[in-house]
């Protein structure tokens, strides 16, 4: 996966713990479903179609017609090789 683009940092508190979220515009790279991430802070990282998110239970409901108005309202990335 490569980071193309940082989108948003959000900063709230859930059940009295201070949470930061960061939300990135990212492309696959090749087959591998790895995430380098040697802190171990990134919770969850998966492929998901416009379809999926609509349905899904997401972690912060807040932000899903944020993620809906991101993949609907860019174009897709295409790394020429």
Avoid: C
């Avoid at 193309?4 to 990135?24: A, N, P, S, W």
């Avoid at 802190?39 to 416009?50: F, H, P, T, V």
């Amino acid at each position: 996966m490569k980071v193309i683009e940082k989108l948003r940092v959000k900063e709230t508190i859930i059940q009295g713990i201070q949470v930061k979220i960061h939300y990135f515009r990212v492309v696959k790279i090749g087959e591998s479903s790895g995430i380098n991430d040697p802190d171990g802070n990134i919770a969850e990282a998966e492929w998901k179609s416009i379809a999926e998110i609509k349905t899904m239970t997401h972690a912060y409901p807040e932000d899903s017609q944020y993620l809906l108005e991101q993949l609907t309202q860019q174009p897709l990335y295409r790394e020429r090789i």
